[in-house]
């Protein structure tokens, strides 16, 4: 990742409140609004929307830390649109503001810092019956009647 170019980037996500999106249906609570946890689901979606293109090969990032202000509540049927910044990067962490509003009005806003994480994979384990040439084994396999041999 190119932190410079994170910085200030910006992503949008949006959402529309279904049943199963709500506290009840999720066993928090007995009032049918959206639950906390699909508030920080969007959030999260919005911020790695906004650094998605400046992410490299194999690098990802997970939330390590979120702070969530619940502002208002919204039932079901309502649309919900997440913006999220990407404000700083430091030692290997974003740090992203983002706000949750149904039209005008703000729903939710929150703080959170995201870990940069790298993997990388190759070959990890190959199953084939194949018994030629291995390049890992070596060019003779050991004896030099097997050069070449595919």
């Given at each position: ?8 980037a ?5 959402m529309s ?9 999720q066993a ?16 999260e ?10 992410l ?54 929150a ?7 790298y993997?990388?994979?190759q ?28």
């Open positions: 990742m190119k932190p410079e170019q994170a910085v200030g910006v992503g949008m996500s949006t409140v279904k049943p199963g999106d709500t506290s009840v249906a928090v609570n007995d009032l049918p609004v959206v639950a906390a946890s699909q508030l920080i689901a969007l959030i979606n919005a911020c790695s929307t906004a650094i998605l293109e400046f490299e090969f194999g690098e990802t990032t997970f939330t390590d830390k979120f702070e969530l202000e619940i502002c208002g509540a919204v039932g079901i049927g309502n649309e919900l649109h997440a913006t999220a910044r990407c404000n700083r990067f430091e030692n290997q962490e974003l740090d992203f503001e983002a706000e949750v509003h149904q039209n005008a009005r703000l729903i939710a806003k703080k959170l810092a995201s870990a940069r994480l993997f990388s994979a070959n990890l384990k190959t199953f084939t019956k194949y018994s030629g040439y291995d390049p890992e084994l070596g060019a003779f396999n050991g004896s030099i009647s097997y050069m070449n041999v595919d």
